[in-house]
Antibody
Framework: QVQLVQSGAEVKKPGASVKVSCKAS????????ITWVRQAPGQGLEWMGW????????NYAQKLQGRVTMTTDTSTSTAYMELRSLRSDDTAVYYC????????WGKGTTVTVSS | DIVMTQTPLSLSVTPGQPASISCKSS???????????LYWYLQKPGQSPQLLIY???SRFSGVPDRFTGSGSGTDFTLKISRVEAEDVGVYYC?????????FGQGTKLEIK
């Protein structure tokens, strides 16, 4: 079955970087892009950006421009989201989802930013 | 960015009764290709969000037919004909016409 398996929880200090992975299975990886969404504690969903698994094209949310990089490794069917210069308000659950309209979701990766 | 505004932000419904959530966008979601890129998601407690409706009114695979999406342009509605206990959670609309997608604030559905 179609699955997206995300990497485990991370605890980072302010100013550090985090890289979350999302391994796809059960479908042809390059046929769908990957969207990243985050959810701060007790808050709603925030669209972070999208990457084409076919050619690597990306669209990032304006507020994250310059701090986020999304990449894919087609040899392992894995997508990555790196967020740099972490702040306390980056503390959130980070989800990857298949495609631009997100029909399959990963279980989420908790990233905690704390000194 | 396109702003998505949902109302109400919360509702409490007796099982078997209908429920309705409104979602308004700050710009039309009708694309030049003729499609309208409005989606609905449900996030059940402790779970990842799940796709319910795509392109205004198309039910995703496995979604019960008690869920109906409607609307056009900038005004959209998600209706649940008869609420069941398993429908509790937070419902989000999302626009997908602009390259920078945006979600509504979410509507929390509780059972009375």
């Amino acid at each position: 079955q179609v699955q997206l398996v995300q990497s485990g929880a991370e605890v980072k200090k302010p100013g550090a970087s985090v890289k979350v992975s999302c391994k796809a299975s059960g479908y042809t990886f390059t046929s769908y892009g990957i969207t990243w969404v985050r959810q701060a504690p007790g808050q709603g969903l925030e669209w972070m950006g999208w990457i084409s698994s076919y050619n690597g094209d990306t669209n990032y949310a304006q507020k994250l421009q310059g701090r986020v990089t999304m990449t894919t490794d087609t040899s392992t069917s894995t997508a990555y989201m790196e967020l740099r210069s972490l702040r306390s308000d980056d503390t959130a659950v980070y989800y990857c989802a298949r495609g631009s309209y997100m029909d399959v979701w990963g279980k989420g990766t908790t990233v905690t930013v704390s000194s | 960015d396109i702003v998505m505004t949902q109302t109400p932000l919360s509702l409490s419904v007796t099982p078997g009764q209908p429920a309705s959530i409104s979602c308004k966008s700050s710009q039309t979601l009708l694309h030049s290709d003729g499609k309208t890129y409005l989606y609905w998601y449900l996030q059940k407690p402790g779970q990842s969000p799940q796709l319910l409706i795509y392109e205004v009114s198309s039910r995703f695979s496995g979604v019960p037919d008690r869920f109906t999406g409607s609307g056009s342009g900038t005004d959209f509605t998600l209706k649940i004909s008869r609420v069941e206990a398993e429908d509790v959670g937070v419902y989000y609309c999302m626009q997908g016409i602009h390259l920078l997608y945006t979600f509504g604030q979410g509507t929390k559905l509780e059972i009375k």
